[in-house]
């Protein structure tokens, strides 16, 4: 993979795979995008609905990024997670290092920091901290074998015209039948043909307001 840092508007840094030309996140703000579209659709959404301790699945580890927020946002708010984010293709460690990702913590008085993140093992569980344990996988979504019961899903594998693999219906089809009533899937995607999809096998669908620069994005519950 030729992975290049690149600087997205809120000042916090993406990836871009200078091969196929595909982003990690949004460029107008990575950070930005995270916290809209997986802490406060998502996680938020999944601690109210839920309680206090919850099992969250992410389609795409990537950079970290978002099980970083995750984690932040966790220990901040003492909350339980007990994290579950698969990847079919990691990024290697000195590219992460590049990152700045840990200026998030910078006034935050965790001991913690996103090296020991993207340093987790792979196909093991850690415990990163009282509030957060995360079992990174390597494993594609189509082999995944749901075990937990998981509260919110973080659908952030490639847009459908970079990976259209990861937005087949049979995926979503078996992640329906294992997500327990109330569990939500958030994901930056609102093209139409996916959200009737989430429909077809069973979802509600809900179009939530994006992040800077991208009018809509979707949030689908299990009711
Ligand atoms: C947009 S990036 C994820 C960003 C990540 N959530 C973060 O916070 O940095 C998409 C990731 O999905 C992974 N991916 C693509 N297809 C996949 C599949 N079939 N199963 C698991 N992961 C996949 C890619 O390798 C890539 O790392």
């Known amino acids: 993979m030729n992975l290049e840092p690149y600087l997205t508007s809120d000042g916090s840094y993406t990836l871009i795979n200078k091969e196929t030309n595909c982003a990690y996140h949004s460029l107008h703000g990575a950070v930005t995008e995270g916290k809209v579209v997986f802490i406060n659709y998502g996680l938020n959404y999944a601690f109210e609905k839920f309680g206090s301790s919850i099992n969250l699945l992410e389609v795409g580890f990537g950079a970290g990024l978002h099980t970083y927020l995750t984690l932040l946002e966790a220990s901040n708010t003492k909350q339980n997670v007990f994290c579950t984010s698969i990847e079919i293709n990691p990024v290697q460690l000195k590219i992460c290092e590049q990152l700045n990702y840990e200026d998030l913590t910078k006034d935050i008085n965790l001991k913690l920091n996103y090296k020991d993140l993207i340093n987790a093992e792979w196909n093991k569980t850690t415990q990163l901290n009282n509030y957060f344990s995360i079992q990174k996988l390597l494993t594609n979504i189509y082999n995944f074998e749901y075990i937990l019961p998981y509260h919110v899903v973080y659908y952030s594998g490639f847009s459908h015209t970079a990976t259209p693999e990861v937005w087949e219906k049979e995926i979503f089809e078996k992640m329906f039948k294992h997500l327990p009533i109330g569990a939500c899937v958030v994901t ?17 669908v809900e179009t939530l307001k994006g992040p800077p620069r991208k009018n809509e994005v979707t949030r689908a519950i299990k009711i």
């Not at 930056?188 to 996916?194: F, L, Q, R």
């Not at 429909?199 to 509600?204: C, N, P, S």
């Open 188 to 204: 930056h995607c609102a093209k139409g043909v996916y959200k009737r999809m989430l429909k077809e096998v069973g979802f509600t």
